[in-house]
């Protein structure tokens, strides 16, 4: 069972920005599909960004201000964040999963990022 374990979260200002990381408790170069997911309070958990096979996605809200890369010698998955809004504000989540159905599909338990106005 693969452990992901996410750090960098926190409390900033509008405006500013925050990198959070998500660290895999093994080699992460066969996952298929990496990304980073966030809840806000009353709302579903929706997928930010992510990468597969060297292609990323964002969400329309994040565009241009977001992104988000990984480093396979670091087992990590990072996602950069700037000119933040408090809409940003919510629970972090990274996931790493196989694009083949029922296969591999790990989960951390998330980080809070606060944003004030």
């Known amino acids: 069972q693969v452990q992901l374990v996410e750090s960098g979260g926190g409390l900033v200002q509008a405006g500013g920005s925050l990198r959070l990381s998500c660290a895999a408790s093994?080699?992460?170069?066969?996952?298929?599909?990496m990304g980073w997911y966030r809840q806000a309070p009353g709302k579903q958990r929706e997928l930010v960004a992510s990468?597969?096979?060297?292609?990323?996605n964002y969400v329309d809200s994040v565009k241009g201000r977001f992104t988000i890369s990984r480093s396979a010698a670091k087992n990590t998955v990072y996602l950069q964040m700037n000119s933040l809004k408090p809409e940003d504000t919510a629970v972090y989540y990274c996931?790493?999963?196989?694009?083949?159905?029922?296969?591999?599909?790990?989960w951390g338990r998330g980080t809070q990022v606060t944003v004030s106005s």
């Open positions: 093994e080699s992460i170069f066969g996952f298929d599909a």
């Open positions: 996931r790493m999963w196989s694009l083949i159905a029922g296969n591999y599909d790990y």
């Open positions: 990468i597969s096979r060297g292609a990323t």
